[in-house]
Each structure stands twice: as structure tokens, then as C-alpha cells.
């Protein structure tokens, strides 16, 4: 079946840090790969998404490269700000279909 | 643009009791969602209308769960009875259609606790 791994949290940085947060996913075919970010007391919002194979995702400051070789979509931003305190979710859908699978969540605390 | 609109924000009830949530998704989104989000975890998809039939439902626990969108518009999510495992996250999204490509937008959420 269709999974998404991702790292665990928390994860707690100083302001101007790099980010990096780990996801790899299990599914047949081409799946659309996707980061969710939950703000407190927020709704789901998407941040970026890729749609096939070596696509990037960006915005924000946020960028995912879609690495169908190592089944990854790993989420970077090179500078971190205190507003970027948030959950972070991977996500996945198949080709044939919109039904997302998340993984589990990361929580990302940064400390001005 | 409204977004996705879902009340009750929050809601405690007793075991055995029953809640119901409402949802009223983005005008003319012709697909509407319901998630549950138990803490720790990512959200799962309970059920999945487009327009006012259902999609797929095989994640939601029909024998105390249940969901309509009569008018192909709002929906309802109702639990009875409640059990303490039910305490979750109760997430609405819609989208313009069902399909790779259509960008799932998702309410705030309806905070359910059973105690």
C-alpha cells in the first residue's frame, strides 16, 4: 500500500538555521508528493507540491525535490524564522487517484 | 476567498454520548473530504463525497460513524455512540474536483474530546 515516512520531531532551531526535515514514501507507480504545514490553532495549508519525478517544489523559502531513486521529498529552507515554528506533513497521492496519505508529522519550534 | 468553514470549533462530551460536526466547503468545490486527526499522527481519510454521493468511505467506522452532503454542498459528520478513542481532530477539506491536480484545502478542524 501507499506510505509516507517522516522524520521525528521535535525539532527545535535558532532563528537564520538551516532546516531540513526527512521524508521517503512507498507507493506503485508516480505518485504527487506533497508538504502540508499546520500553523497553531490553523488548518491544513499546502506549501509545495511535485508531480513527477526530479520536479521541485518551492515556496516560502521552502523547496522539496521530488528523488523518485531514493523515494524521497525531503523539505529544506536555508534560513529559518521564528514564524516557521509550524507542523510540517508529507503527503502523498496516487497516480490514479487524489486520496492523500500523510505521514505522521514533524514539529518545528525556532527560537529567535 | 472563504475557506472551509467547520463548527463546532470544540466539543467535550461523555462516552456513549453523540456529537455531530458541520462543514461548509468553498463555493463550488464539487468534492468535499473528512479527515480524522488523533494526536501524533497524520490525518486519515474517513470519507470522500463528490457533489452529493459518496466516493470512497472504507476508513470510516460505519457502525458508529456516519456522513451526509444531501444538497451537494455542506456536509455533517455524526458519531454515536462516542468512544474514547474517538478524541481527535475532525478535519473538512474540499477541493474543485477529485483528481491529480486539484489542491485540497482544509478547515481549521472541530476538536472532539470523549472522556
Known amino acids: 500500500g501507499n506510505s509516507v515516512t517522516q522524520m521525528e520531531g521535535p525539532v527545535t532551531l535558532s532563528e537564520e538555521a538551516f532546516l531540513t526535515i526527512n521524508c521517503t514514501y512507498t507507493?506503485?507507480?508516480?505518485?504527487?508528493l506533497f508538504w502540508y504545514v499546520q500553523y497553531p490553532g490553523e488548518g491544513l495549508q499546502l506549501l509545495l507540491k511535485a508531480t513527477k519525478a526530479d520536479d521541485k517544489g518551492s515556496n516560502k523559502g521552502f523547496e522539496a525535490t521530488y528523488r523518485k531513486e531514493t523515494t524521497s521529498f525531503h523539505l529544506e529552507k536555508g534560513s529559518v524564522q521564528v514564524s516557521d515554528s509550524a507542523v510540517y506533513f508529507c503527503a502523498l497521492s496516487p497516480s490514479n487517484d487524489y486520496k492523500l496519505s500523510f505521514g505522521a508529522g514533524t514539529t518545528v519550534t525556532v527560537r529567535a | 476567498e472563504a475557506g472551509v468553514a467547520q463548527s463546532p470549533r470544540y466539543k467535550i462530551i461523555e462516552k456513549r454520548q453523540s456529537v455531530a460536526f458541520w462543514c461548509n466547503p468553498i463555493s463550488g468545490h464539487a468534492t468535499l473530504y473528512w479527515y480524522q486527526q488523533i494526536l501524533g499522527q497524520g490525518p486519515k481519510l474517513l470519507i470522500q463525497f463528490q457533489n452529493n454521493g459518496v466516493v470512497d468511505d472504507s476508513q470510516l467506522p460505519k457502525d458508529r460513524f456516519s456522513a451526509e452532503r444531501l444538497k451537494g454542498v455542506d456536509s455533517t459528520l455524526k458519531i454515536q455512540p462516542a468512544k474514547l478513542e474517538d478524541s481527535a481532530v475532525y478535519l473538512c477539506a474540499s477541493s474543485l474536483d477529485w483528481g491529480s491536480g486539484n489542491t485540497i484545502y482544509f478547515g481549521e478542524g472541530s476538536w472532539l474530546t470523549v472522556v
Open positions: 507507493a506503485t507507480g508516480y505518485p504527487s
